[in-house]
Each structure stands twice: as structure tokens, then as C-alpha cells.
Nanobody, 121 residues
Framework: QLQLVESGGGLVQPGGSLRLSCVAS????????IGWHRKAPGKEREGIAS????????HIVDSMKGRFTISRDNAKRTVYLQMNNLQPEDTATYYC??????????????WGQGTKVTVSS
């Protein structure tokens, strides 16, 4: 089974930046479209970004366009989520996911354990 391990979360001030990383355990990583989901306290889980297996396409949900970018390095079996101009409403646990299909956030095939991001002054 594909295992995904996130890192890079932490405490950041409003307006700050973080880069999350997701490292996969298996060489078949590049067979998957990869996404990022997040779960904020008291809110529903939401898919926020995805990248196709060959890095030909990326998708960021509208509310985060211009602030978040997603990229991948298949040689390192790693996907990155660069988050800029973070705001308190971005506080959440962020999960790396393997998607059934690019931009399909409904039912990921695999989940990481999550990394917590807290945006606070």
C-alpha cells in the first residue's frame, strides 16, 4: 500500500509562508495523481489542490489561487504545497492524498497522517 508522509507544518504568523512536503513510500508514486486536503476545526474536510501524475496539470481551488501552489518531483517521490500569505482561516490539519483521478477530491485512495498548520499572531 502506498504510504504518504507529510511534513512542514507548524506555527506561522499571518502573512507568513510554509512549504509542506509529502514523501511517498513506493516507487509507483508516479502512477498517482496527488492531492492535498485539509480539515479545519469545526469545518468539513476539503480538497484544496491536486497535481497530475506527469506534472502536466495542476489545480488549486478558487479560494486559494494566487496563494498556494503545488508541485511534484517524481524522482524524489515528493509533492510540495507552497502556501503564501497565510491567514488564520488556513489553520487546519493538511493531508496528502493519492487521488483516484486528477481534481477528484471526493474519495482519495490513500491518506497521509497529516501535518498541522496554525496561523496565529
Amino acid at each position: 500500500q502506498l504510504q504518504l508522509v507529510e511534513s512542514g507544518g507548524g506555527l506561522v504568523q499571518p502573512g507568513g509562508s510554509l512549504r509542506l512536503s509529502c514523501v511517498a513510500s513506493k516507487f509507483t508514486f508516479d502512477y498517482y495523481d496527488i492531492g492535498w486536503h485539509r480539515k479545519a476545526p469545526g469545518k468539513e474536510r476539503e480538497g484544496i489542490a491536486s497535481i497530475s501524475r506527469e506534472e502536466g496539470s495542476t489545480h488549486i481551488v478558487d479560494s486559494m489561487k494566487g496563494r498556494f501552489t503545488i508541485s511534484r518531483d517524481n524522482a524524489k517521490r515528493t509533492v510540495y504545497l507552497q502556501m503564501n500569505n497565510l491567514q488564520p482561516e488556513d489553520t487546519a490539519t493538511y493531508y496528502c492524498t493519492a487521488l483516484a483521478q486528477f481534481k477528484d477530491y471526493s474519495d482519495p485512495l490513500h491518506w497521509g497522517q497529516g501535518t498541522k498548520v496554525t496561523v496565529s499572531s
